[in-house]
């Protein structure tokens, strides 16, 4: 920690990004230091390489982050700090670019590193914390400065999405123990709570009940494998970002140990995301299929025909269970 507390303080000119399809940890994470290294009048500016996904749009101020573009840097920069990945494809075409302005890219991170993947030259990974807005807490300690509102809601933001409203703890009473010291200092967790995990519309409700009417069992219940075809997120008017709940709907099923989603997002060219439970990892057939992610919860996107990976999928678990 204090290597990458001391960057922080010597560096003026610093860029937050976090991985592609950001989610709320990576977003809590960049704004939770953001707003607090504006208090110690650094120059620092939130970088993405796509646009923000709908459901922030609403509730999140959208100029505090500025899409990627080539030669938008100009001056060197003093420090790149890379939240909720620590893998550099998923931030190209950033990466490659900013890598000429900076000498400092620093990954900030609670996701495994991939035993195939790039690896990060400097990190900061601590795979035991339950959201890198736990371990962004920490910096901010280390960096003396005091925690406000904003600070609060963003780091609040964090911790809530990625245990999902304290379901995945990683059996540590972390997220517990800061949710008691920024609490006070939130007027409304439960606006942050339905902005993350409310806002359903009607049309996402039927999707989402059309999607888990598709749902096919396989070894004994165990398996759960849904298909969802771009045009059917489409006819709802929906984005491919809605999918991300019914992943995670189907593992609620009681006997269902890995749950599997194929989003078909053009002709034999699919997003894959698998959820598990207990002993069933699912982080290395990710990487097998060329992705990444936690030991419960990672994706990859692969080309191919559906049947041929289903069956492929379905015969590494067997070996697995067996
Ligand atoms: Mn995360």
Redesign the pocket.
């Known amino acids: 920690m204090k290597p990458i507390v001391d960057l922080i303080k010597n560096a003026n000119k610093i860029v937050l990004t976090t991985h592609r399809d950001c989610?709320g940890?990576?977003l809590g994470s960049e704004l939770a230091l953001f707003h607090a290294l504006k208090k110690l009048n650094k120059d620092v500016q939130i970088v993405h390489v796509d646009t923000l996904p709908k459901r922030y749009e609403n509730f999140l101020n959208k100029d505090l982050f500025s899409l990627f573009r080539p030669s938008m840097f100009e001056t060197p920069i003093d420090l790149c700090l890379v939240f909720?990945t620590n893998d550099e494809r998923l931030i190209e075409p950033l990466f490659s670019e900013i890598q000429n302005h900076c000498k400092n890219i620093i990954f900030v991170d609670?996701h495994p590193l991939l035993k195939t993947g790039p690896l990060p030259t400097k990190a900061f990974i601590d795979t035991t914390a339950a959201?890198?807005g736990e371990i962004t807490y920490n910096i901010i300690k280390h960096l003396d400065i005091p925690i406000d509102t904003t600070i609060a809601e963003s780091l609040y933001l964090s911790i809530a999405f990625?245990t999902q409203l304290f379901r995945y703890v990683r059996r540590s009473i972390i997220s517990h123990q800061i949710a008691i010291e920024i609490l006070p200092l939130i007027p409304s967790p439960e606006a942050i709570h339905r902005n993350l995990f409310g806002g359903q519309t009607p049309e996402k409700i039927s999707f989402i009940s059309k999607a888990l009417s598709k749902i096919m069992y396989f070894l004994d219940n165990k398996i759960a494998i849904v298909l969802i075809h771009s045009k059917e997120i489409s006819d709802f008017g929906l984005t491919a970002e809605d999918t991300r709940d019914v992943v995670d709907k189907i593992l609620d099923i009681d006997c269902v140990q890995v749950a599997v989603l194929f989003r078909e997002d053009s002709k034999n060219r699919y997003k894959i995301s698998f959820r598990s439970k207990s002993f069933l990892d699912v982080l290395e057939i990710s990487e097998l299929f060329g992705g990444g992610g936690h030991h419960h919860a990672s994706g990859a996107m692969i080309e191919g025909e559906f049947l041929k990976i289903r069956d492929q999928i379905i015969d590494y678990f067997k070996k697995k269970i067996e």
Do not use: M
């Open positions: 989610d940890d990576g909720d609670h959201s890198t990625d």
